[in-house]
């Protein structure tokens, strides 16, 4: 198992940025896959950008070019890099760890941009 604790949110201006943090415990942080995901009131669930064990990364159409996921194995800790933030991107952002199907949530952390 593993749990995830998720810090960096809070209110930010239009084109402003933000730095959230997902950090690991419990387990082997670098035999899992990582994401980030967020959650905006009465949507589902979308994925934000993801990294694998082995650093390759997949982004959100909607962020590409704008946000930048990371992994510090040595620090157990994964990192998300939101600029140029917009209003549509006010949600709950949740950290999330896979390992041979099995998933793991952090309880999320809440990002508002102010237009």
């Known amino acids: 198992q593993v749990q995830l604790v998720e810090s960096g949110g809070g209110l930010v201006q239009a084109g402003g940025s933000l730095r959230l943090s997902c950090a690991a415990s419990?387990?082997?942080?670098?035999?899992?896959?990582m994401g980030w995901y967020r959650q905006a009131p009465g949507k589902q669930r979308e994925l934000v950008a993801t990294?694998?064990?082995?650093?390759?990364?997949n982004y959100a159409d909607s962020v590409k070019g704008r946000f930048t996921i990371s992994r510090d194995n040595t620090k157990n800790t994964m990192y998300l890099i939101m600029n140029s933030l917009k209003p549509e991107d006010t949600a709950v952002y949740y950290c999330?760890?896979?390992?041979?199907?099995?998933?793991?949530w952090g309880q999320g952390t809440q990002v508002t941009v102010s237009s």
């Open positions: 999330n760890a896979e390992k041979g199907g099995w998933n793991y």
């Open positions: 990294v694998t064990s082995g650093g390759r990364t």
């Open positions: 419990g387990s082997v942080f670098r035999a899992y896959a």
